[in-house]
């Protein structure tokens, strides 16, 4: 009796185990199966490159054909493979010929040079004069040899647990929010919604074969039939990507199912061993909400302190530093001389602010401090790591604040108030003897990252908290798909960062010196910092949030409103303008945006307008022992 | 009474703390002969800020200190390494929550610390 329920359990348990291992051979089967069709394809492309004259029309369409075919085969892999190594995508979709990063843990050392190949690059360069057949076939064998990487063990060991999965899908959710639909690395924007509808398709197919083998972790009925109705809304959507309703889509649809994805990432205890995750935050249930990925680090040497009194504390003397002049070396000047916190803190009123010496004019245009902190690089040419280091080159650049580090903490130790306070502060970072810099740019860096955390209608009509008008949702859509902005100005911040949101992206558009377009602005930009080819004249972009209040807009100032901005792009940048811009990354096509359309792109820009509570500026600055530095007034002046 | 109890327990822990101190034996470090004495002394420097980092927020786990005597646990290279590149990516939080929110000015001086102290063999 024993012997046989012994057997019993034995041939249960050999049952089970070989039922779960068939059917772990099905996802992986999917996957394998998947990839080598890509394989397959890849080949048949170079082939038709290879048997094709590229200097001819027809060629060329054998040639675009195989291109198209390529790229619906790589749509059901996109969702594993950006996931899993976004650097060999690179080689068989990318979307630069040379692409210059820092990400977040590369952000210690000097910027790395990534060279882009595959199926994008291939299909622009087809439409160029200079092609030719070498050329591609350069581009697609890179393609076809990054592809072992995606069949190496490291890599496919990852579909035998579900940890891999939801972490996959969140970024393919984040993706069809920020990038799918914008025509990003797709060049015939006529395919965009096509494509994505294939994508759609591949990845239902994805997750049916995932419930199969991994029945107790599966995804949601809820969640299955919401993905099927995004399925017919994008069906029954025109194909064209600039009639396409992606406020909608993002809204009722993607968000929705990123929300849900995110339950079942702290539901199943996923772990995560990818670099692609660390910066999102597993907490945050919408993609518009501004805890999504992690920000800069606002609390510099407090980092440790937990003390909510005590960090309300430091955040007063933050305010009040931030207001006092003491911090430039003629007591005139403050961080509010130029970052009015009142203003969004910017100056509405200066080109370029003024330089130390009152006379000449510094050469870039005062930045508002709102959402920097949700920059991985700071300044437009990426040259700060930190808001700290950002915070203490300005007070010793002679240009602005001139200051001598010892003189200026003499200065500020010199009132009681600050004292008393960071004697209290240095408590909390016992690493340090004395007070430093490093206190005083902390507490600053402090007080003013307080006012990124509000919400826009935008991000209010997405989370379903309030409606928008029709004007803004038509706005949104332009901003996605025809006006070009959100290949480079991402969801959800609207500025250069995008999913998974790990690096900051620079762009070279042809900023001009004049309104009159006769001179390219001599600005080198990122190349100063990383001198390369691509990066000069390159700036990192900016977030179009507020911008409505943050005028004169560009890096040196020179358009004053929004529709000179529009037009700038309108007119495909600089090159368009017909400026000289060697490596402007912006086509120089017009858009032909038409006067109605410009306005809704306003009336868009306009809901992302923060409802910020701002704070009345100090009404003593701390008395200082030396009397004449008592005259000093609060936020200093010109 | 009650008063006069409370003090003198405070003066023997303090005189006890202070033996327990100066027990303690310095670090020494190991830095390489080509190291400038400017950046040796500013090596010293982030390395001694890294050590009190350490044995407040790293030595509940790893090694302790507080018996008097170094025993920090010998990371190999690799090791610190990892850290250290993990650190910047984002630490597990379950074990390292306190490391996950330092700076990465104060991450840098524990893995200078680490780094440059001398491992007797």
Redo the contacts between chains.
């Keep these: 009796m024993k012997i046989f329920s012994v057997i019993s359990a034995i041939l249960i348990t050999a049952f089970f185990f070989s039922f779960s291992l068939h059917h772990k051979k099905e996802y992986n089967r999917l996957y394998e199966s998947s990839v080598n069709d890509l394989d397959k394809q890849l080949s048949r492309l170079l082939e038709v490159i290879k048997n094709n004259d590229v200097s001819v029309q027809t060629g060329r369409e054998h040639i675009r054909r195989q291109i198209k075919t390529c790229r619906l085969s790589l749509k059901g892999l996109d969702f594993w493979f950006r996931y899993f190594e976004p650097v060999a995508y690179r080689k068989i979709n990318g979307p630069l010929p040379v692409e210059w990063e820092n990400e977040v843990f590369e952000k210690f050392e000097p910027p790395y040079r990534r060279e882009g190949a595959g199926l994008t690059l291939a299909e622009q360069y087809l439409d160029e004069e200079t092609v030719s057949g070498d050329s591609l076939s350069g581009l697609i064998t890179s393609s076809v040899n990054a592809l072992a990487t995606f069949r190496a063990d490291s890599i496919t060991q990852n579909l035998d647990s579900h940890h891999h999965f939801f972490l996959a899908n969140r970024l393919y959710l984040l993706n069809l929010a920020a990038l799918y639909t914008t025509g990003f690395e797709c060049p015939d924007t006529s395919s965009v919604i096509h494509e994505l509808r294939s994508m759609l398709k591949k990845v239902k197919e994805i997750y049916s074969t995932f419930d199969e083998t991994f029945p107790s972790i599966s995804l949601s009925k809820e969640y299955l039939s919401l993905y099927d109705k995004a399925i017919v809304f994008v069906t029954g959507q025109p194909s064209q990507f600039s009639l396409f309703d992606h406020y909608t889509f993002i809204k009722d649809y993607v968000n929705p199912l990123f929300s849900m994805n995110q339950q079942f990432i702290t539901r199943h205890s996923v772990v995560t061993k990818n670099y692609n995750d660390y910066s999102l935050n597993n907490n945050c249930s919408s993609i518009f909400d501004k805890s999504l990925y992690a920000p800069q680090n606002t609390k510099g040497i407090f980092s440790l302190v937990e003390d909510e009194a005590l960090l309300k504390e430091i955040k007063q003397t933050g305010k009040l530093l931030f207001y006092d002049p003491l911090l430039s070396a003629n007591n005139l000047r403050s961080c509010a001389s130029c970052h009015k916190p009142t203003e969004y803190f910017t100056d509405t009123t200066q080109t370029t602010s003024l330089q130390f010496d009152r006379k000449q004019r510094l050469e870039r245009n005062t930045p508002t401090l709102i959402n920097v902190i949700y920059n991985h690089l700071i300044m437009l040419d990426g040259k700060h790591i930190s808001l700290q280091d950002q915070a203490k080159d300005v007070m010793h650049n002679e240009q602005e604040m001139n200051n001598d580090q010892d003189e200026l903490l003499k200065k500020i130790l010199s009132c009681k108030e600050y004292k008393v306070a960071f004697k209290k502060f240095l408590k909390y970072t016992p690493e340090e003897k004395e007070v430093t810099l490093s206190h005083i740019v902390s507490a600053i860096t402090y007080y003013y990252a307080d006012f990124s955390h509000y919400a826009a209608p935008f991000d209010n009509a997405m989370n379903n908290r309030q409606t928008i008008s029709a004007d803004v949702q038509k706005g949104f859509n332009l901003f996605m798909s025809k006006a070009q902005c959100a290949t480079c100005h991402f969801v959800p911040m609207f500025n250069g960062v995008k999913p998974p949101y790990i690096g900051s992206e620079f762009e070279v558009i042809g900023v001009p010196e004049d309104t009159g377009y006769h001179k390219l602005s001599p600005d080198k930009g990122r190349y100063k910092v990383n001198p390369a080819h691509e990066t000069m004249n390159a700036f990192r972009t900016g977030t179009i949030r507020n911008t409505a209040f943050t005028k004169p807009y560009m890096h040196n100032g020179i358009l004053q409103t929004l529709e000179q901005v529009i037009d700038l792009y309108d007119a495909g940048g600089g090159a368009g303008k017909k400026l000289a811009v060697i490596n402007q990354t912006l086509s120089s096509d017009s858009l032909r945006l038409s006067d109605p359309e410009k306005k809704e792109l306003i009336a868009f820009i306009h809901s992302l307008n923060e409802n910020i509570i701002f704070e009345a500026p100090p009404s003593v600055l701390p008395r200082s022992a030396n009397k004449e530095l008592n005259n000093r007034k609060t936020g200093g002046e010109y | 009474m009650r008063y006069a109890f409370a003090i003198s327990s405070l003066f023997l822990l303090v005189v006890i703390s202070d033996s327990k101190c100066s027990k303690q034996k310095q670090t020494e470090y190991d830095i390489p002969d080509h190291v400038t004495p400017e950046n040796r002394a500013l090596f010293i420097e982030r390395a001694e ?2 050590k ?2 350490y044995k ?2 790293c030595a509940d786990c790893h090694g302790i200190f507080a018996r008097g005597k170094d025993s920090i646990p010998n990371f190999t290279k690799t090791q610190i390494d990892n850290y250290h ?1 993990t650190a ?3 630490l597990d939080p379950k074990n390292h929550a ?1 490391a996950q ?6 991450i840098d ?1 524990v893995v200078t610390f680490l780094r440059l102290r001398k491992v007797k063999k």
Aim: charged fraction near 15%; charge should be positive; hydrophobic fraction near 45%.
């Design positions: 800020k890294g009190i980092l407040l927020y590149a910047l990516i984002g306190v929110k330092m700076s990465s000015e104060q001086y």
